[in-house]
Protein backbone atom coordinates (compact mmCIF):
# COMPACT_ATOMS: atom_id res chain seq x y z
CA UNK A 1 0.00 0.00 0.00
CA UNK A 2 1.59 3.23 -1.57
CA UNK A 3 1.94 6.00 1.40
CA UNK A 4 2.96 9.31 1.48
CA UNK A 5 3.69 11.38 4.08
CA UNK A 6 4.52 15.20 3.93
CA UNK A 7 6.96 16.75 7.08
CA UNK A 8 8.23 19.91 7.72
CA UNK A 9 7.73 23.45 9.45
CA UNK A 10 4.48 24.93 9.97
CA UNK A 11 5.57 28.54 9.89
CA UNK A 12 8.02 30.19 7.91
CA UNK A 13 9.17 33.64 7.75
CA UNK A 14 8.87 36.06 4.84
CA UNK A 15 11.89 36.15 2.31
CA UNK A 16 12.83 32.92 4.25
CA UNK A 17 13.11 29.26 3.14
CA UNK A 18 9.96 26.73 2.99
CA UNK A 19 11.17 23.47 2.99
CA UNK A 20 9.30 19.87 2.88
CA UNK A 21 10.27 16.37 3.08
CA UNK A 22 7.76 13.59 2.02
CA UNK A 23 8.37 10.17 2.82
CA UNK A 24 7.52 7.22 0.74
CA UNK A 25 6.57 3.87 1.77
CA UNK A 26 4.98 0.70 0.33
CA UNK A 27 6.80 1.35 -2.91
CA UNK A 28 10.47 2.09 -3.94
CA UNK A 29 10.83 5.85 -4.89
CA UNK A 30 13.23 4.29 -7.50
CA UNK A 31 10.64 2.06 -8.75
CA UNK A 32 10.52 4.31 -12.17
CA UNK A 33 7.83 6.68 -10.94
CA UNK A 34 7.80 10.45 -11.09
CA UNK A 35 6.92 12.08 -7.63
CA UNK A 36 5.13 15.76 -7.14
CA UNK A 37 4.83 18.52 -5.16
CA UNK A 38 0.77 20.19 -5.24
CA UNK A 39 -0.20 23.03 -2.96
CA UNK A 40 -3.70 24.56 -2.05
CA UNK A 41 -3.80 28.17 -0.63
CA UNK A 42 -6.36 27.92 2.19
CA UNK A 43 -9.95 27.83 0.43
CA UNK A 44 -8.11 28.04 -3.23
CA UNK A 45 -7.70 25.56 -5.62
CA UNK A 46 -4.54 23.21 -6.84
CA UNK A 47 -1.09 24.35 -8.60
CA UNK A 48 1.33 22.04 -9.58
CA UNK A 49 4.46 23.29 -8.01
CA UNK A 50 6.74 20.42 -9.88
CA UNK A 51 7.85 16.97 -10.31
CA UNK A 52 11.00 14.46 -9.93
CA UNK A 53 12.58 10.86 -10.69
CA UNK A 54 14.74 8.74 -8.57
CA UNK A 55 17.17 10.37 -10.74
CA UNK A 56 16.81 13.89 -9.89
CA UNK A 57 15.73 15.10 -13.42
CA UNK A 58 13.21 17.63 -12.33
CA UNK A 59 10.33 19.43 -14.31
CA UNK A 60 9.15 22.97 -12.48
CA UNK A 61 6.01 24.94 -13.20
CA UNK A 62 7.36 27.91 -14.59
CA UNK A 63 5.60 30.70 -12.39
CA UNK A 64 7.43 29.15 -9.92
CA UNK A 65 10.89 28.18 -11.55
CA UNK A 66 12.71 30.22 -10.23
CA UNK A 67 12.41 30.10 -6.55
CA UNK A 68 11.87 25.79 -6.49
CA UNK A 69 14.17 23.38 -5.76
CA UNK A 70 13.51 19.66 -5.53
CA UNK A 71 16.11 16.94 -4.69
CA UNK A 72 15.60 13.14 -3.41
CA UNK A 73 17.15 10.96 -1.44
CA UNK A 74 16.88 7.20 -2.55
CA UNK A 75 18.54 6.03 0.88
CA UNK A 76 15.67 7.27 2.82
CA UNK A 77 12.91 6.94 0.18
CA UNK A 78 11.75 10.30 0.09
CA UNK A 79 11.99 13.51 -1.82
CA UNK A 80 11.85 17.21 -1.14
CA UNK A 81 11.06 20.49 -1.69
CA UNK A 82 12.94 24.08 -0.99
CA UNK A 83 10.74 27.62 -1.98
CA UNK A 84 12.94 30.32 -1.52
CA UNK A 85 12.15 33.75 -0.87
CA UNK A 86 8.83 33.24 0.65
CA UNK A 87 5.92 35.78 0.98
CA UNK A 88 2.32 35.62 2.12
CA UNK A 89 1.17 34.21 -0.97
CA UNK A 90 3.23 31.07 -0.49
CA UNK A 91 1.02 29.98 2.59
CA UNK A 92 -1.07 26.96 1.33
CA UNK A 93 -1.51 23.53 2.07
CA UNK A 94 1.62 21.32 0.30
CA UNK A 95 0.77 18.11 -0.89
CA UNK A 96 3.21 15.24 -2.13
CA UNK A 97 2.00 12.50 -4.71
CA UNK A 98 3.17 9.85 -6.94
CA UNK A 99 2.39 10.75 -10.90
CA UNK A 100 0.30 7.87 -12.18
CA UNK A 101 0.40 8.01 -16.13
CA UNK A 102 -1.11 11.29 -16.68
CA UNK A 103 -2.33 11.92 -13.23
CA UNK A 104 -1.36 12.33 -9.79
CA UNK A 105 -2.75 8.92 -8.32
CA UNK A 106 -1.54 8.94 -4.55
CA UNK A 107 -1.32 12.14 -2.26
CA UNK A 108 -0.39 12.22 0.97
CA UNK A 109 -2.03 14.11 3.91
CA UNK A 110 -1.13 17.42 3.30
CA UNK A 111 0.30 20.10 5.71
CA UNK A 112 -0.13 23.76 6.06
CA UNK A 113 3.24 26.11 5.62
CA UNK A 114 1.95 29.71 7.24
CA UNK A 115 4.40 32.36 5.72
CA UNK A 116 4.12 35.14 8.82
CA UNK A 117 7.08 37.12 10.64
CA UNK B 1 -0.71 26.77 -21.02
CA UNK B 2 -4.08 25.36 -21.28
CA UNK B 3 -6.73 26.32 -18.80
CA UNK B 4 -9.78 24.53 -17.07
CA UNK B 5 -12.74 26.35 -16.67
CA UNK B 6 -15.35 24.18 -15.03
CA UNK B 7 -18.89 25.35 -14.18
CA UNK B 8 -21.03 25.23 -12.17
CA UNK B 9 -19.28 27.03 -9.42
CA UNK B 10 -21.55 25.65 -7.33
CA UNK B 11 -24.16 22.92 -7.46
CA UNK B 12 -27.02 21.96 -5.08
CA UNK B 13 -28.60 18.91 -5.70
CA UNK B 14 -30.06 16.35 -3.12
CA UNK B 15 -29.46 12.74 -2.55
CA UNK B 16 -30.52 10.54 -4.98
CA UNK B 17 -30.03 13.16 -7.93
CA UNK B 18 -28.07 13.14 -10.73
CA UNK B 19 -25.03 15.32 -10.98
CA UNK B 20 -23.33 16.59 -13.92
CA UNK B 21 -19.78 18.68 -13.60
CA UNK B 22 -18.27 20.42 -16.75
CA UNK B 23 -14.56 21.19 -17.67
CA UNK B 24 -13.87 23.01 -20.79
CA UNK B 25 -10.28 23.11 -21.59
CA UNK B 26 -8.57 26.05 -23.34
CA UNK B 27 -7.18 24.12 -26.27
CA UNK B 28 -8.38 20.49 -27.69
CA UNK B 29 -6.50 17.67 -25.53
CA UNK B 30 -5.89 14.18 -25.38
CA UNK B 31 -8.99 12.40 -23.69
CA UNK B 32 -5.73 10.24 -21.81
CA UNK B 33 -4.65 13.39 -20.54
CA UNK B 34 -8.22 14.23 -18.46
CA UNK B 35 -8.73 13.43 -15.02
CA UNK B 36 -11.40 14.29 -12.00
CA UNK B 37 -10.06 14.24 -8.53
CA UNK B 38 -12.52 14.38 -5.46
CA UNK B 39 -11.72 16.41 -2.88
CA UNK B 40 -13.32 16.82 0.96
CA UNK B 41 -12.90 19.42 3.96
CA UNK B 42 -9.45 18.70 5.09
CA UNK B 43 -8.61 15.62 3.03
CA UNK B 44 -6.18 14.86 0.73
CA UNK B 45 -7.09 15.30 -3.23
CA UNK B 46 -8.67 11.69 -4.63
CA UNK B 47 -8.48 10.44 -7.76
CA UNK B 48 -11.73 9.33 -9.68
CA UNK B 49 -11.33 9.05 -12.99
CA UNK B 50 -8.51 8.80 -15.35
CA UNK B 51 -8.32 9.00 -19.03
CA UNK B 52 -11.25 11.09 -19.14
CA UNK B 53 -13.60 8.08 -18.43
CA UNK B 54 -11.82 5.30 -16.34
CA UNK B 55 -12.46 5.02 -12.76
CA UNK B 56 -9.36 4.82 -10.46
CA UNK B 57 -8.96 1.48 -8.38
CA UNK B 58 -12.17 1.27 -5.27
CA UNK B 59 -14.19 4.06 -7.45
CA UNK B 60 -18.05 3.33 -7.43
CA UNK B 61 -19.77 3.03 -10.20
CA UNK B 62 -22.05 5.76 -10.28
CA UNK B 63 -19.03 7.88 -10.91
CA UNK B 64 -18.45 7.89 -14.85
CA UNK B 65 -16.64 10.20 -17.35
CA UNK B 66 -17.25 11.43 -20.61
CA UNK B 67 -15.80 13.87 -23.01
CA UNK B 68 -13.49 14.52 -25.72
CA UNK B 69 -11.27 17.65 -27.49
CA UNK B 70 -12.47 20.45 -25.18
CA UNK B 71 -15.56 19.26 -23.42
CA UNK B 72 -15.51 16.73 -20.77
CA UNK B 73 -18.14 15.78 -18.06
CA UNK B 74 -18.10 14.01 -14.39
CA UNK B 75 -21.21 12.63 -13.74
CA UNK B 76 -22.42 11.18 -10.71
CA UNK B 77 -25.41 8.64 -10.82
CA UNK B 78 -27.44 8.96 -8.03
CA UNK B 79 -25.85 10.73 -5.28
CA UNK B 80 -24.95 9.59 -1.92
CA UNK B 81 -24.25 11.68 1.29
CA UNK B 82 -20.59 11.17 1.09
CA UNK B 83 -20.57 12.85 -2.32
CA UNK B 84 -20.58 16.16 -1.43
CA UNK B 85 -17.58 17.87 -1.77
CA UNK B 86 -15.62 19.62 -4.38
CA UNK B 87 -14.23 18.42 -7.77
CA UNK B 88 -11.29 19.39 -9.87
CA UNK B 89 -10.65 18.40 -13.13
CA UNK B 90 -6.65 18.26 -14.16
CA UNK B 91 -4.97 17.65 -17.68
CA UNK B 92 -1.72 16.78 -18.31
CA UNK B 93 0.62 18.60 -21.01
CA UNK B 94 4.29 19.44 -21.31
CA UNK B 95 4.57 22.75 -19.20
CA UNK B 96 3.68 22.86 -16.74
CA UNK B 97 3.12 19.42 -16.20
CA UNK B 98 -0.75 19.39 -14.39
CA UNK B 99 -2.75 22.12 -14.51
CA UNK B 100 -6.26 21.64 -12.55
CA UNK B 101 -9.70 23.56 -12.71
CA UNK B 102 -10.93 25.89 -10.14
CA UNK B 103 -13.15 23.24 -8.85
CA UNK B 104 -16.85 22.40 -8.40
CA UNK B 105 -18.18 22.70 -4.94
CA UNK B 106 -21.40 19.91 -4.89
CA UNK B 107 -23.29 21.01 -2.19
CA UNK B 108 -26.68 19.48 -0.47
CA UNK B 109 -29.80 21.17 -1.60
Known amino acids: QVQLQESGPGLVKPSGTLSLTCAVSGVSISNGYWWSWVRQPPGKGLEWIGE???????SYNPSLKSRVIMSVDKSKNQFSLRLTSVTAADTAVYYCGRNGDYDVDYWGQGTLVTVSS | EIVLTQSPGTLSLSPGERAALSCRTSQSITSTYLAWYQQKPGQAPRLLIYGASTRATGIPDRFSGSGSGTDFTLTISRLEPEDFAVYYCQQYDSSPRYTFGQGTKLEIK
Open chain 1, 52 to 58: IDHSGSA
